[in-house]
């Protein structure tokens, strides 16, 4: 049984590029979290996704975007990309119930040069 | 004020020590309660559940006070395999959905 999996594990890019993550949630879990991690911080909330649909934001700016596909997968875009977006994005997914632990992925670790 | 804080460490004890971790919460509203740990550059794995009750998991005991806001991790017996980041969690309810709260990690350092 997979757990979370996410790709690519690391990414290179430029200011003002755009990027794609992706993931794919849990078998059984229907949604999915990303958070964003910089060095030295604890884990910081992007956005979820359930039933194709962002349900819940946290505080990032209208750069940050995502997607969740019929079969619970889904991709954080991020445009304009600035040196400060350089971190690990991590992929949690979950039954949605706030009792129950959310799973992490291995992330994703973007460097802005 | 961060919504969970927790103190920074590090933590350095050497094997077989005992080692209390805490963490406070700002939200009395938070649901649910867990220790992640992280190891480096690596992502955060649950650790265990946290109850108003208590709860043992092997080596490792979590506590919750509801009232003062406050999460403990008690580490009995300390094996090198312990050095990680620990992080506290709490689960906010939002309008729609929940998210996790983490705080910013105690990082532990066993030593032979």
């Known amino acids: 049984d997979a757990g979370v999996t996410q790709s690519p594990t690391h990414l290179i890019k430029t200011r003002g590029q755009q990027v794609t993550l992706r993931c794919s949630p849990k078998?059984?879990?229907?949604?999915v979290s990303w958070y964003q991690q910089a060095l030295g911080q604890g884990p910081q909330f992007i956005f979820q996704y359930y039933e194709e649909e962002e349900r819940q934001r946290g505080n990032f700016p209208d750069r940050f975007s995502g997607h969740q596909y019929p079969n619970y997968s889904s991709e954080l875009n991020v445009n304009a990309l600035l040196l400060g977006d350089s971190a690990l994005y991590l992929c949690?997914?979950?039954?949605?119930?706030?009792?129950?632990?959310?799973?992490f992925g291995d992330g994703t670790r973007l460097s802005i040069l | 004020r961060k919504e969970v804080e927790q103190d920074p460490g590090p933590f350095n004890v050497p094997e077989g020590a005992t080692v209390a971790f805490n963490c406070t919460y700002s939200n009395s509203a938070s649901q649910s309660f867990f220790w992640y740990r992280q190891d480096c550059r690596k992502e955060p794995k649950l650790l265990m559940s946290?109850?108003?009750s208590g709860n043992e998991d092997g080596r490792f005991t979590a506590q919750l006070n509801r009232a003062s806001q406050y999460i403990s991790l008690l580490i009995r017996d300390s094996k090198l395999s312990d050095s990680a980041t620990y992080l506290c969690v709490v689960t906010d309810i939002m309008e729609y959905g929940n998210k996790l709260v983490f705080g910013a990690g105690t990082i532990l350092r066993v030593k032979s």
């Open positions: 949690a997914s979950s039954t949605g119930q706030p009792n129950q632990p959310q799973h």
């Open positions: 946290v109850y108003s």
């Open positions: 078998s059984g879990h229907d949604t």
